[in-house]
């Protein structure tokens, strides 16, 4: 067995200012395998690779390639040393042909002029050894997601290579489109291929993947066969949570009598994002959604705010169905989103806090019918005092607060909308504990008032500590529903596992 190993990453370090990515992590790879890369946002799995394949520097540690060190300087360098990576963004061209694609940078030529009738015969002959019979004269952009998806690894694979990477490769793909790269895979790791495999869909690893390693915060966790590896397992080890440790949780019971419903998501789904998604969210309650990365929480809370468009199913609100083309009809139907990446979607560093706090009135009310400023200083301040952010004034750079303070003027940002259903997506992520806790309470508190939330978190014990009712997402799906009574980590797990236990 140890002379069909054709890659070992020893105790790779790597560092970022003020970031420890890797932390002597370390992954074998065999001929002949589907190898499942595991581990939640965070646990190193892209800088791994990067570091593999030449886009990253590692500090230290070793790699060991078809028995000779090596250290590959550059993407391209790792390509010609066999190593082929496909991005679950596609990076070729789509205004160039398949035919031009799939030699871009290595075209066949005739004297110092491109033989292009070598070049599409030669890219026919690639792409039917996958079964795939389309016109390669056409441009890229003329297929399907799927399609360009399956002439990126087509051409990986004809560049010679002997390991192959698929970083969520089936993230956009529908279930037919996912069996037919499953087969090309099988036969790909049947003529000897390596294959490392990026997903974080749990069904997926275990029809595909021989072998697994999960990493968590930059460290190796284990490597595992898949056929000895259950599902709840698996999970337990990437979140770090094991089913033994069911400490008791400090949450604040929630009454069961029946309030007013006041949105309803029936079948919902989003292609390529989330199916047949069902919630009721009732007046003055916390809808909590759990489930690991990639599961469908973010998509599903987005397509409530018309980021995401549904393409089948019905929302209602308050009994009447609305069609969520954008989040400005959202908005209108008092509905208000916090995103879980607050610097990327939800601040704009360089305004002041008066000014990230007002965005969402002003844009309601139409750039034409802009706030007076003594009634912005006065709604600033008002939400500074009653949030508790911690600032000399309204006029301070929010890029200049705490990651705590920054969620807590998104925070006011939307109440001052004055909505009626406020969706909260990883509120407490890359914050302190004691922000954690103030946002949580705060979360109770508004609850108390009569807002309806839904709250996300991939915190176990914080979707518990604030929901009296928990949908549980796997693979795009709800794939259950628990009530306040029936909270428990290990009830939770098991349900994402897909109903297994240990």
């Known amino acids: 067995m140890q002379d069909n190993i054709i890659l070992t990453m020893q105790d790779i370090e790597m560092s970022f200012p003020g970031v420890r990515a890797l932390k002597q992590a370390s992954l074998t790879l065999r001929r002949g395998e589907v190898h499942a890369l595991m581990g939640e946002n965070g646990a190193g799995k892209s800088t791994m690779v990067k570091c593999l394949t030449g886009v990253y520097h590692k500090d230290s540690g070793e790699i060991i390639y078809d028995g000779k060190k090596i250290e590959p300087t550059t993407p391209q360098a790792a390509v010609e040393m066999g190593i082929s990576t496909v991005y679950q963004e596609i990076n070729l061209c789509p205004n160039l042909t398949v035919a031009e694609n799939m030699f871009i940078g290595r075209q066949p030529l005739r004297g110092k002029l491109v033989d292009w009738k070598t070049m599409n015969r030669r890219s026919v002959e690639v792409l039917r050894r996958f079964n795939i019979n389309i016109d390669v004269t056409r441009p890229l952009s003329t297929y399907s997601v799927a399609i360009q998806q399956l002439v990126s690894i087509a051409r990986a694979v004809d560049v010679d290579a002997k390991i192959l990477i698929l970083d969520e490769p089936t993230s956009s793909l529908d279930e037919q489109e996912v069996d037919k790269l499953f087969e090309i895979m099988r036969r790909l790791r049947s003529e000897g291929m390596a294959i490392v495999f990026i997903t974080h869909f749990l069904d997926q690893v275990y029809e595909i993947s021989d072998r697994i390693t999960v990493l968590r915060n930059g460290e190796l966790i284990g490597e595992y066969e898949v056929k000895n590896f259950p599902k709840i397992d698996l999970v337990t080890k990437m979140i770090g949570?094991?089913?033994?440790?069911?400490?008791?949780?400090?949450?604040?019971?929630?009454?069961?009598?029946?309030?007013q419903i006041i949105v309803e998501a029936e079948d919902i789904c989003v292609a390529g994002k989330i199916s047949d998604v069902n919630m009721q969210l009732r007046t003055g309650e916390v809808l909590g959604f759990a489930g690991l990365l990639g599961s469908g929480r973010t998509e599903s809370a987005e397509t409530l705010f018309g980021v995401q468009k549904a393409h089948c199913g019905t929302i209602k609100i308050k009994n009447k169905q609305v069609n969520l083309r954008s989040p400005a009809d959202?908005?209108?139907?008092?509905?208000?989103?916090?995103?879980?990446?607050?610097?990327?979607?939800?601040?704009?560093?360089?305004?002041?806090?008066?000014?990230?706090?007002?965005?969402?009135?002003?844009?309601?009310?139409?750039?034409?019918?802009?706030?007076?400023?003594?009634?912005?200083?006065?709604?600033?301040?008002?939400?500074?005092?009653?949030?508790?952010?911690?600032?000399?004034?309204?006029?301070?750079?929010?890029?200049?607060?705490?990651?705590?303070?920054?969620?807590?003027?998104?925070?006011?940002?939307?109440?001052?909308?004055?909505?009626?259903?406020?969706?909260?997506?990883?509120?407490?992520?890359?914050?302190?504990?004691?922000?954690?806790?103030?946002?949580?309470?705060?979360?109770?508190?508004?609850?108390?008032?009569?807002?309806?939330?839904?709250?996300?978190?991939?915190?176990?014990?914080?979707v518990m500590r604030v929901s009296n009712r928990i949908v549980v997402m796997r693979d795009r799906r709800k794939v259950g529903e628990l009530k306040s009574e029936d909270f428990s980590q290990g009830r939770i797990l098991s349900t994402i596992a897909g109903g297994e236990s240990k």
Do not use: H
């Open 241 to 259: 949570k094991e089913l033994s440790d069911l400490s008791a949780i400090s949450r604040v019971e929630k009454s069961e009598d029946e309030k």
């Open 330 to 462: 959202a908005i209108k139907n008092n509905i208000a989103f916090c995103p879980e990446d607050r610097k990327r979607d939800g601040i704009i560093a360089e305004l002041s806090i008066r000014e990230n706090i007002v965005l969402a009135i002003q844009a309601r009310q139409g750039l034409l019918k802009k706030m007076p400023l003594k009634q912005q200083q006065e709604l600033a301040d008002k939400y500074i005092k009653l949030l508790g952010i911690a600032t000399p004034d309204a006029e301070k750079k929010i890029g200049e607060l705490s990651g705590g303070n920054q969620q807590k003027v998104i925070l006011a940002r939307w109440l001052a909308t004055e909505p009626e259903v406020l969706i909260l997506d990883e509120p407490t992520r890359g914050i302190d504990v004691g922000a954690k806790a103030e946002i949580q309470k705060l979360t109770l508190s508004l609850c108390e008032k009569g807002l309806s939330l839904v709250f996300i978190s991939s915190e176990i014990d914080e």
